[in-house]
């Protein structure tokens, strides 16, 4: 028997492509694959990344003050932003044109420009290791550091980079409103990049020179929506333990308890699949019902119905 089910999808890098017209093109890609779902009757909230993007929106903006005295440094918060936009604007048409072609002519599609509130206490800002924006000299580093108070590391030999932090998501801002978005059917874009990261104070949300995972964003959502499912799309059509080895074993359907086991003995890349682990874990565990899934983007409906991907469930 058919259940609908609500489901919060993040994209991975792959579906958006690394410049603005390998965007436009794979907007349409993963626009078909979000269709397929929402045509099943399924209820659809999507979650996206931004690394290419925002990197090439921090490297324009660092470039315009370099060049004019008069124009500040742009936030990273602030590059964010206009990130969440313009991706968002890229899939909500082509969501919207896929829906008209399939005959949905009435069902909207939204993107919330969202903010998400961090811990300034957070001990990732002790220790800034997300790597944003193009390689540097040292000259051009030491500008940087100079003149806005940028962390900058080497990276392997290849140049210098800025650092930022990458705290955990305590509160999605806008939450409410896209609960209400939700409620009332409509197609949902949102917590783009992770997030807008800010900090509270008092009354003031302030921008943070910080990435959040969009992964463990996406879970956050998932739980304050109270989703059936949290989907992760990645590269890889499913999880795999001893990944590249002889023994290399690819996972279909496991317990919180098996993927706790394998994340302690170090079976996941940080920075890669480890944190969609972590965080489809997190999910899973919130609450009786709840599954997560990691899977690649063209195979996300095969997923749902279990002919695919890897399941993660108590």
Same mark, same amino acid.
């Given at each position: 028997?058919?259940?609908?089910?609500?489901?919060?999808?993040?994209?991975?890098?792959?579906?958006?492509?690394?410049?603005?017209?390998?965007?436009?093109?794979?907007?349409?890609?993963?626009?078909?694959?979000?269709?397929?779902?929402?045509?099943?009757?399924?209820?659809?909230?999507?979650?996206?990344?931004?690394?290419?993007?925002?990197?090439?929106?921090?490297?324009?903006?660092? +470039?315009?003050?370099?060049?004019?005295?008069?124009?500040?440094?742009?936030?990273?918060?602030?590059?964010? %932003?206009?990130?969440? $936009? &313009?991706?968002?604007? *890229?899939?909500?048409?082509?969501?919207?044109?896929?829906?008209?072609?399939?005959?949905?002519?009435?069902?909207?599609?939204?993107?919330?420009?969202?903010?998400?509130?961090?811990?300034?206490?957070?001990?990732?800002?002790?220790?800034?290791?997300?790597?944003?924006?193009?390689?540097?000299?040292?000259?051009?580093?030491?500008?940087?550091?100079?003149?806005?108070?940028?962390?900058?590391?080497? *990276?392997?030999?290849?140049? &210098?980079?800025?650092?930022?932090?990458?705290?955990?998501?305590?509160?999605?801002?806008?939450?409410?409103?896209?609960?209400?978005?939700?409620?009332?059917?409509?197609?949902?874009?949102?917590?783009?990049?992770?997030?807008?990261?800010?900090?509270?104070?008092?009354?003031?949300?302030?921008?943070?020179?910080?990435?959040?995972?969009?992964? &463990?964003?996406?879970?956050?959502?998932?739980?304050?929506? *109270?989703? *059936?499912?949290?989907?992760?799309?990645? +590269?890889?059509?499913?999880?795999?333990?001893?990944?590249?080895?002889?023994?290399?074993?690819?996972?279909?359907?496991?317990?919180?308890?098996?993927?706790?086991?394998?994340?302690?003995?170090?079976?996941?890349?940080?920075?890669?699949?480890?944190?969609?682990?972590? $965080? %489809?874990?997190?999910?899973?565990?919130?609450?009786?019902?709840?599954?997560?899934?990691?899977?690649?983007?063209?195979?996300?409906?095969?997923?749902?119905?279990?002919?695919?991907?890897?399941?993660?469930?108590?």
């Amino acid at each position: 028997m058919f259940t609908r089910k609500r489901i919060v999808i993040a994209l991975g890098g792959n579906a958006l492509g690394n410049t603005l017209p390998e965007q436009m093109v794979a907007v349409k890609t993963t626009a078909k694959a979000l269709c397929d779902l929402i045509e099943e009757g399924h209820q659809v909230v999507v979650v996206h990344g931004n690394g290419p993007q925002v990197g090439m929106i921090n490297n324009a903006m660092s +470039a315009l003050s370099r060049e004019d005295e008069n124009q500040p440094n742009t936030p990273l918060s602030v590059c964010v %932003a206009m990130s969440q $936009a &313009y991706i968002g604007y *890229d899939l909500q048409n082509a969501l919207r044109e896929e829906l008209r072609i399939r005959g949905f002519v009435r069902t909207p599609v939204v993107t919330v420009v969202t903010q998400v509130r961090v811990d300034p206490n957070d001990p990732a800002f002790e220790n800034p290791s997300k790597p944003i924006g193009k390689f540097l000299t040292k000259e051009e580093a030491d500008h940087q550091a100079k003149a806005y108070g940028h962390i900058m590391k080497e *990276d392997a030999g290849r140049g &210098y980079r800025r650092v930022v932090a990458s705290p955990k998501p305590v509160e999605i801002v806008e939450q409410d409103a896209i609960n209400s978005l939700v409620d009332a059917n409509k197609i949902v874009i949102c917590c783009g990049g992770g997030g807008i990261p800010v900090v509270l104070n008092g009354h003031h949300l302030k921008g943070a020179s910080a990435v959040i995972d969009k992964d &463990y964003a996406s879970c956050l959502l998932a739980k304050e929506l *109270d989703a *059936d499912m949290l989907i992760i799309l990645t +590269a890889v059509e499913k999880v795999a333990v001893n990944f590249g080895k002889e023994n290399e074993e690819w996972l279909d359907d496991i317990t919180v308890d098996d993927a706790k086991k394998y994340i302690n003995e170090g079976q996941f890349a940080p920075g890669s699949m480890l944190p969609k682990v972590q $965080a %489809a874990v997190d999910f899973a565990s919130s609450k009786e019902g709840r599954t997560a899934m990691i899977t690649l983007l063209q195979k996300a409906k095969d997923g749902i119905q279990g002919k695919t991907g890897t399941k993660i469930h108590l």
